[in-house]
């Protein structure tokens, strides 16, 4: 065995690293992370890689910060900004990436980290980041970083010195990100896509598929953590004026992170964080175009239903907004009253109920007066369900329990027949008359004719009627164990009404029902269930509706990016012709990963 011969470089990072005195290691760490951004040397991209690895395993351990690292980390960034030279050359392009990445997994969690990493100056680099100085793929780290400094009490100041800049820059990455990635990456040829981008997506192994399809992930990641930055923002009331700019919120409806990103409130999120202040509960309930996603969302099975409820509970609860949503809210969330809980929350239901008919009296006596015929007759409804009909199930003997529970069966037998002969119409009066008969607390039978009901509704074309029926079967049956066919059918209830992303929530809840449960669990997935996730997906695809864009407007360019002059790197790097070789593979986000396998 021949042993290795000695390093013969100066501050060698790594022979630091195995340096078995703890006082001499700490002090060559200290001088190595000062004078690396000094040197030019090519195992810069090694070490970094290797911090980078420590900074998402570790990121509580507190001796590199202690050290220096976020110095060292600010100063690189920024002789990749200043010398186009000095990035170029060799694997250095790499470096600003996993600088700023080191910062944000540092600063996640820990704000005394946090404090340290702004005192050491790395605000400024990562603006020019935000900027776009480079391309998305360092915005994406830099948004994170950002984010998470103005997470924290103490370094949110840092942050706000560039107030105005951070969430104009923020708004607008999350209103375009997608049409640049599509335009930058995706929707190129594998042969123009930038070679490092590549590298960084797949860690120097991976296919074209591979590829695209971190991407895909990279580019949502782009969008979530761009309005997790506004969220910091719009939480402690700055600058809502300019967030609640009417074209960006509607925009925001349709943020909601892909089946990529699912760990994400995204869009909803914020519009929940709005909805806590006078400003962003004005400016959301003036916009009907979002009035009606949130009411969209508060009805499927989206994984932030409940904040899409607490929307329009707070809008309800105000005063001054309250008249101007409740006529498009009213009937949506009417259908929701028998929600017993809803992830954390309990009485959902109870809590909705009490909100719409706090002045009931006002409307039932001729006081007030709704614009919305439909959300009168909505609470005219609610009124009789859960004051009414309560008086009358307590007025009523074991006796007549029993008598009312035949004569319902009675009747869903009547309609069934009149529904397999074609009858329609006949049979859905028939299930509406077993449904105004039965008592509250039989809710299997309950269940069973608001779905048999929405299956009429289906087939005379009339989805709203049906999205309403599944959704108060759904809210019956509870989320533990949905009624599966009443999943499918809304779910064929938004497809009808052009609501993809719904439809395809509800028909995954169906298919994963159907997995759970006894009688289905060895049962292949439907074939129409998988034709219907096949159409949703291709619907609501990450760049749909930029691919859509770039093919009506191919020469143009993506707003503003690039005329400001920016993401000019891909063109210096096709001038120099320039390659680089393949990086190691590491795992991109240990922490992410981990929660996103266990989700």
């Not at 690189?76 to 990035?87: E, K, V």
Request: net charge positive; aromatic share 8%.
């Amino acid at each position: 065995m021949h042993s290795e011969p000695p390093c013969s470089k100066l501050n060698c990072f790594f022979c630091t690293m195995n340096e078995p005195e703890h006082s001499v290691r700490r002090a060559k760490l200290s001088q190595c992370f000062k004078e690396m951004p000094l040197r030019d040397d090519q195992e810069h991209v090694l070490v970094l890689s290797g911090l980078w690895n420590i900074s998402m395993t570790q990121p509580d351990d507190p001796e590199f910060p202690a050290l220096g690292i976020f110095e060292c980390m600010a100063k690189l960034i920024h002789r990749g900004i200043i010398d186009q030279n000095w990035l170029l050359r060799g694997q250095n392009i790499y470096i600003p990436y996993y600088a700023a990445h080191i910062i944000g997994s540092y600063t996640m969690d820990n704000p005394q980290f946090a404090e340290k990493a702004v005192k050491s100056g790395v605000v400024l680099p990562l603006m020019e980041l935000l900027r776009g100085k480079m391309s998305w793929v360092e915005q994406r780290v830099a948004v994170r970083a950002l984010g998470h400094l103005a997470s924290h009490e103490k370094t949110f100041e840092a942050v706000v010195v560039h107030e105005v800049e951070v969430i104009s820059l923020a708004m607008e990455i999350a209103s375009n990100c997608l049409e640049v990635v599509y335009k930058e990456f995706v929707g190129i040829k594998a042969r123009k896509r930038p070679k490092y981008h590549c590298d960084l997506l797949t860690r120097g192994v991976g296919e074209l598929e591979l590829q695209s399809r971190k991407a895909e992930e990279w580019a949502s990641q782009l969008q979530c953590w761009s309005l997790y930055l506004l969220n910091c923002f719009a939480s402690k009331e700055r600058c809502l004026n300019l967030i609640c700019n009417t074209e960006f919120l509607n925009n925001l409806c349709g943020m909601w992170g892909g089946l990529v990103n699912l760990t994400s409130p995204a869009g909803i999120g914020l519009l929940r964080t709005l909805c806590s202040s006078k400003t962003g509960r004005e400016n959301v309930a003036n916009s009907r175009q979002v009035m009606e996603s949130i009411c969209n969302v508060s009805r499927s099975s989206d994984d932030w239903q409940n904040m899409a409820i607490d929307c329009l509970l707070l809008l309800l609860k105000d005063p001054e907004t309250r008249y101007g949503v409740i006529d498009i809210a009213a009937s949506s969330l009417v259908d929701l009253v028998e929600l017993r809980s809803l992830g954390e929350s309990k009485m959902v239901g109870e809590t909705i109920s009490q909100t719409l008919l706090q002045d009931y009296y006002k409307i039932k006596f001729g006081f007030l007066k709704l614009k919305s015929q439909e959300a009168e007759k909505a609470l005219e409804e609610l009124w009789e369900l859960r004051v009414e009909n309560i008086k009358r199930d307590k007025l009523m003997s074991e006796q007549d329990m029993k008598e009312r529970q035949v004569l319902v069966g009675k009747l869903k037998k009547q309609g069934n027949q009149k529904f397999w002969t074609g009858k329609i119409e006949k049979a859905c009066k028939i299930y509406s008359k077993a449904l105004e008969l039965c008592p509250l607390n039989f809710r299997k039978e309950r269940i069973v004719l608001y779905s048999n009901r929405a299956q009429c509704y289906l087939l005379l074309k009339n989805p709203a009627a049906a999205i309403s029926d599944t959704t108060r079967a759904l809210c019956l049956s509870g989320t533990v164990s949905p009624h599966s066919k009443s999943l499918w059918r809304r779910s064929q209830a938004y497809d009808m009404k052009g609501l993809a992303k719904e439809s395809l929530m509800d028909c995954l809840m169906f298919i994963n029902s159907r997995i759970k449960s006894e009688h289905t669990k060895r049962v292949r997935i439907p074939y129409y269930a998988a034709r219907m996730i096949n159409k949703q997906m291709n619907a609501t695809w990450l760049f749909a509706n930029a691919k859509s864009k770039l093919c009506i407007k191919k020469e143009k360019t993506v707003d503003e990016y690039e005329s400001k002059g920016e993401y000019q790197l891909q063109e210096m790097m096709d001038a120099k012709n320039m390659g680089f070789p393949d990086m190691p593979t590491i795992v991109e986000d240990a922490k992410a990963e981990k929660r996103w396998k266990k989700r």
